[in-house]
């Protein structure tokens, strides 16, 4: 129930239209719709920016293009979404697919100007992962440096790097198989790093989990993790940062 | 090799009192004090403030004595120790002793004016976890709100903390057994929310593997995740967050 | 042995057709048909409405045919079924598909007057399992209220449907990825809670493990939990619950 | 906010102590604690009855006395206390220890007539988890019938019980090691089943897991299942039930 | 119910004391009964010999011997029992202890001459496990070659006692860590090998995973495996299976 | 045998008390000659029906025939082999193909007149497991009766094959899901139970995890268990068993 | 950067062109070239010879044909690669593909002198991984014998190869299902034994689990391990081996 | 050795071609004896230094003390070893208390002059683990370095050892929490690393299985694994490594 209509309420058991016990009535079936408001009070704080999403897989074609028809939010995510299902999205809203981050994206919004998001993955096979944070980031407004193959294999890659992740607010750092790449950055950068297990790898690597153990129990503090292959996750998470960045 | 060292024996090439291959000589052992010099180039960006800490299990009394002798940072950290390490430190060292935390403190730094961090914890049987968080932070020089037993099965209790939820520039929460609480500071609260599971619980539950799930698994995004029971973890990430907050 | 036939021997005995170690000799092998007509017995007093099923994965379209056509029990059920399994089946008896559910239902009871069962999805990926539960449990002859795509992230959504919620007398609640819903659901409204994971996930939470394991710790009282996708195992717990509850 | 002091608002509204604007601003600060309120509407349903707990690991003897004191629930219960705990708990309410199942019980409540649950144990080494269970539900008011040490080793001594279990409206069945008695009961008995999982076993079958499993895949419908050693869980899941059921 | 009880319930009804339907009345209610008595026949079978046990974890003292007191089979095997339970023990029956194994022994059986169960162990800390079936199979009557610490490092050993091994109906070989004798020994002697995983170890093999692991996918066939430290299990299969080669 | 022992055998050669075959023969029953010839030896006890099996995954159809013709033991098996494969080996060997257990025979021994082997299967989505297991039993020459699709869900299907359990000199049972049977028939019947997890089930119990488990924590003893889907082991075991029955 | 670099700069200085604050300018840009140069020059000590792949899953054939072409090491890998990969890196490259280790070659180098590697398979079905450790060895200039198809099933057919394995300088052996082999190995041979779990097998065994455990827990000692399937490691591993020996 | 060949032996003896000792000295290297013998001559290669270990837990003071008294080998390790333990052995040996590596040495042998082995060890917490690598190898003879608490978290640390690092024939790396450390050896130096994942750490590093799997699937080629804590084996592997060297 809006400020308005509690409002409305009021007035009419002002000017005597209803008596206390109707405005009781009236307004004891308010309090979720109130919760509703409350939330969306609180919510409004990071308003132009709030992304809202929708997860593919396991849903038919039909539910995505209904659900896309039905959400405001912009902008609006469809992840791990095939080529089929843009093509259908593509009919209703002004979409762009971002193929290898398998990524619908409706209405990104304007560039911001509140700090950069550097996109780090340790190899070339962590770049779909890499490329949903990436593309998500973006999309939100935020100003994004990739920093791709820098796994440390080959550390000095990594370093030639130093000037863009020295300069960055928050590093989102993907890497599959032994899942090193973000510790070492967080003992070399000044950022907070955000954790991005990617599920490349095999035998007891396969699916991110040798990965995600090693950034949880990362020797150099300053690291936190999302789920394996949550580009979008590590996105939200730093917008959220820069969103309180702004904010102050 | 600091660069004074370096601009020193540049002098004396200079000046004549060294030739070439004498100060080539002196600058080939320094590449690795180099890196060391690149390095705390890197990290006095960050300076005072920049967390170090000794963790206690598996190390002899006199292990932990010796390694807070050496070190220089300020503040330092002895994690999980019992009182008996706090005294023995005690005897070396100006300490403050967090009993339920299992925390030694050594300096902490002088309060900063870098935004806040709220410390919330699903239950009473968290708190040791979300002290270990607080104290952390508290001793870097941050200000922190501590919002305490607040766990789902009683949501209003959470929402009468709303003012500082909304307030914090980040909200570490702990929480063990379902680990559901850093799902639902996200989805009502602006900050971006450090998920901390405790080992809290017994069955499946025991030792923190379901809270961990929970939070790497939120369908509200916005969360990312420290290991179990690592509240020092989590209260470095933070800090680093508002450093770099600082810094802009 | 039925008690006909038992009756049959007795009377024989009785009549003086056979002697007393004849009859002795007949029924000495009748104790475990005994046995099924005991469990038979103790069967009837739950009968109209005991389901059974036929799990399809694994057994030859052949093989369904043949327990179909063996099975004397209405309704029947064939799960995780095929199109061309349904049409197989729909030659030797009267069936009815269920897509989304991958459901065969044969002969559903009628209506019966017996209270509600809500059951209420997270997500739109979480429809087929809940959509295999809310079938069987009308096939059962309930009344069935589907709440769908409710989840936390959004959770007013969830309190829009507050009276279904207050009214039913059991809630099966279907999430997959956190799982965090049917703790939230327990606390909120009076009914037991089924939780019922669903295999939607990915990373950590592929399969539905980190969805079980949250149901199982749920801190709010009142969550049972099956099977990972197992809706008509969920349906059937419903079922028994309100058998007892007209009995009474 | 309680619905009379909305009413007093509304009255000096009413009478012209306070404007709208006024009683508006009043009132902005009344939808959390109207959630409160809602909620406890909710919950009246099930009143007299509702159990609240303190789960005692990791708290300290004067954390569980405070909360012990601030509750305002009867019966409350502390679960997994030991008996030194109960001695101080004893100091502030009025409390009984149920040693072997580790419970302190705060103020039970009357026995109802709302049908009867029964806590059946596969053997001697579960009744600490079925005690837990039973005293649960006894304390909540219902009629407990105890079935101890039928283990499918010897399934004659399950049926024995044949009367008791026949007329139970629920049975909540405990079973450590290969957790296969709920499955058994569920097949000759008309009452939905609750799998409870007792920590019960070595080897394979350590901590309860072997059990659970087996519980979760039961072949015979009609269990459902909550963590293991959850006895708490298991009886108010039972609880709800029953209380559903007078509803009606 | 006894073939005595029916018979003379059949001879009431021939002999005209009651007619059919009193006998049915009466025959009706003897299934359960019947199901214990056919159960007895067929353990009858294999009489003089079924072995029984109490497994003592998580049982009070004084439930064990209550339990040894109700016992009426013979030998009666107290597992994993202190020495504490053991006097305890002493004071109702006549009972002997085996330190080693943790295992009271009351009423074991007279020698029978049915073949040879040879019990291997890997290492020395493999015994306790080694000593819990030999000690159950010999108490059970059969003639048992200890062959102990012989494990595949030096499998030289293994081969000194070839004639034994040669000789044996069945060979239960227990081991830890890599768990790999039982494979060798099926790979080189013809009786069936009953795998026996123990608990030691460390890492990745600590509480016998690994042994069971490479147990079960042994490429040797001819190994069935019982569970870990399950010492009494894989005695009693031994005995199951030389009391089927009596029989013959 | 010692050096010593061989020097004296060579004395006496050397002496003329023995010649060179007599010496030959004397070390060829030496120990390490032993290991070699004792294992032949060995192997010929239980000559004609030592299986050996070509496990068909991971290797090209080429390899499989290379196999097949260099092999010399009959019968030979071809584990999880195609019906391509079968056609191949068809084309260099008498074979029979069964498809269901996707096993190629070569050569089936004679039937022998050494007991029976009954196969009993919970569901018909384990008859492909339990075929394998019985066609190789079979195929070694023993008797083998089938008892399929007897789970617990409706144990007096289970009884009404009492004749053929009791007469069983070994079981073997396999089960999916819950997994349960195993334990139920070893409660039941004097023969020892190989219990066989199949991997059929879903959520928890998918891949047979959960019905291993709960075979080996069975509260039955007699019951040993070989890997998931091994019905190829289960029956090599169980002839190992029947041999050993034989030489007797 | 180079000495000669910094001797350059020094030079300048000497001669008066810059200053020492331009030079030190100059150097100050210097560590992270210097960490790139410190660290060839390590590398330098085991130059021709050093390898280095490219992983092909998960990388587009663009991606691998760019990184082949940016790559100046040779031998160069491509691993886990398809024919499709090898025909387009046989554009830019010359390349040989090995069918079976799903491996492109790309320059492999001249024969050294520096030992042996033998590499042994337990079963036909691991040869694949056999393979990539022994083309990788081989193609990096070690002499490679391979020892297939000798599980322990059947010792006498690794004992066959006596020779070989008592000459190598390492051992790589893999083996999938009990992984029993390099145990085996490393008691009766003398050179280090690589361990190389192949993810061959099934049930429990499958993905080559079982398989490593049983190689870490070895009692045999002496064995270290890889991956499961990283034939490309083993081989690398050995290759370090076998430089420093020759090193020496 | 074919019998062929022992026959032509025997036929020099008898022909007085040869004597007694030469006969028996030609058969010494025969084949089955071969298997013997060859063993033995094998282990000739790498004797004095060979090591045999007994492991302590399980086993009881005087099983130990009986097996050191039986033991010929020198040196003579008892692993994992109480002070207690190690007072009885010395009561029957010249034993050595290593007390941080709860390692009892007999004999160590006298410096060899072949190489040197590295051990580094991440932590201070690491170090009883790497104690147990070094001074097993030191007693093997080997010229031990160590460099202990050299963790990635300040990589300058480990860079000050380069030149040890540079030297070593082999390096031991042990770690714990997220075991990175050997995988930056490993790109780093040109050794081959074993890498010793040590059971330091908490949550979901706890008993060093995240460390173990980290290193399994080190990005960086040249890493092999022993299990969790396993000093000793990583030292006897290392060893082997040098004996290798040794005999070219």
């Known amino acids: 129930m809006s400020e308005d209509s509690v409002r409305a309420i009021l007035q009419r058991l002002s000017s005597g239209d209803i008596d206390v016990e109707e405005a009781l009535q009236e307004l004891r079936y308010a309090p979720f719709a109130d919760l509703g408001d409350a939330k969306l009070d609180v919510q409004r704080e990071m308003r132009t920016g709030v992304p809202e999403a929708v997860y593919a897989p396991g849903k038919t074609t039909g539910d995505i293009v209904g659900l896309v028809e039905a959400a405001e939010a912009r902008p609006l995510?469809?992840?791990?979404?095939?080529?089929?299902?843009?093509?259908?999205?593509?009919?209703?809203?002004?979409?762009?697919?971002?193929?290898?981050?398998?990524?619908?994206?409706?209405?990104?919004?304007?560039?911001?100007?509140?700090?950069?998001?550097?996109?780090?993955?340790?190899?070339?096979?962590?770049?779909?992962?890499?490329?949903?944070?990436?593309?998500?980031?973006?999309?939100?407004?935020?100003?994004?440096?990739?920093?791709?193959?820098?796994?440390?294999?080959?550390?000095?890659?990594?370093?030639?790097?130093r000037d863009v992740l020295a300069d960055a607010q928050v590093v989102i750092v993907t890497a599959g198989m032994d899942g090193v790449l973000p510790a070492v950055v967080a003992s070399l950068f000044p950022a907070p790093v955000v954790g991005l297990p990617s599920s490349v790898g095999y035998g007891t690597g396969r699916d991110g989990y040798a990965a995600l153990l090693t950034m949880l129990n990362s020797c150099s503090p300053g690291v936190a993790v999302v789920n394996i292959d949550n580009g979008y996750g590590a996105a939200v998470f730093a917008h959220k940062m820069l969103l309180r960045l702004n904010q102050e």
């Open 77 to 161: 995510f469809v992840t791990r979404a095939s080529r089929e299902i843009y093509e259908a999205v593509a009919g209703v809203a002004d979409a762009v697919y971002h193929e290898r981050a398998r990524l619908v994206v409706i209405g990104a919004v304007r560039q911001r100007d509140d700090g950069m998001v550097a996109v780090v993955s340790a190899g070339t096979s962590d770049v779909p992962v890499a490329e949903e944070a990436a593309v998500v980031a973006a999309s939100l407004g935020h100003r994004v440096e990739r920093v791709y193959d820098v796994g440390v294999a080959g550390i000095h890659r990594l370093l030639a790097y």
